[in-house]
């Protein structure tokens, strides 16, 4: 089970500098479980009391997870994850 | 320092002018390593507020694929602050999660939708920490295989 995870910019101090890493897990949350394993510090910044942080984006197959489940949205072999930090701000 | 080409820069003003009072926002990308921005891209303020804007979730993940797949990244992301100053506030400054970009305040408190002064400022915002930085307007975009930057100039304050 191999899941390709891409991981932008601001996230790479985790991952030695690495633009992709791989993981598994049959849900979002297993799969960040099993990240943190291989990259600690990862999970809490895409976390926050037990949800996805607000102003972080997470796609699997280019759809945003809030639409498909969240943390318990499923993934197969295969599946590619994008992170993005939203672009947002306010005056 | 940013250095902007005064067809982009006027195309970011004018796109703040437009959206008053609501804010407006947007990227401009750039050759990979270039910090060159070249190519404009307005994006629709999600929020549709005078005080927020966020990128559509969906259109943010589309803009990242386009700049992946022509070797890309946001040079300059920029916004617009309706009735502040053109300074990061901490909303803006909590959020920053591209250490490599400028940031680009514009402020239409004064103009407007109208013509009139605006302020066209530049940051780079990194672990929270707000540096502002000069701005030089050059008539023509610099090519980024020319690093050779002999195009006339004028500073912009």
Known sequence: MAIEVRIPTILRTYTGGEKAVTGDGDTLAGLIENLEAAHPGLADRLLENGDLRRFVNVYINDEDVRFIGGLEAPLSDGDQVVVLPAVAGGS | ?157
């Open chain 2, 1 to 157: 320092m940013l250095t902007i080409g005064r067809a982009l820069r006027d195309a970011i003003v004018a796109h703040a002018k437009r959206d008053h009072p609501d804010e407006a926002c947007g990227i401009v990308a750039g050759p990979e390593g270039s910090d060159l921005p070249t190519r404009l891209v307005e994006m629709v303020n999600a929020a549709g507020s005078p005080t927020f804007y966020e990128f559509d979730s969906t259109e943010l993940l589309a803009l990242y694929k386009q700049m992946w797949d022509r070797d890309e990244e946001p040079v300059v992301i920029y916004h617009s602050h309706t009735a502040t100053e053109a300074y990061p506030s901490r909303t803006d400054i909590g959020l920053a999660s591209e250490p490599g970009a400028h940031y680009v305040l514009v402020s239409t408190r004064e103009c407007g939708n109208s013509e009139g002064p605006v302020d066209f400022r530049s940051y780079r915002i990194v672990d929270g920490v707000v540096t502002e930085e000069e701005v030089r307007v050059v008539e023509s975009a610099p090519e980024p295989a020319t690093p050779d930057l002999t195009a006339p100039h004028r500073s912009n304050h």
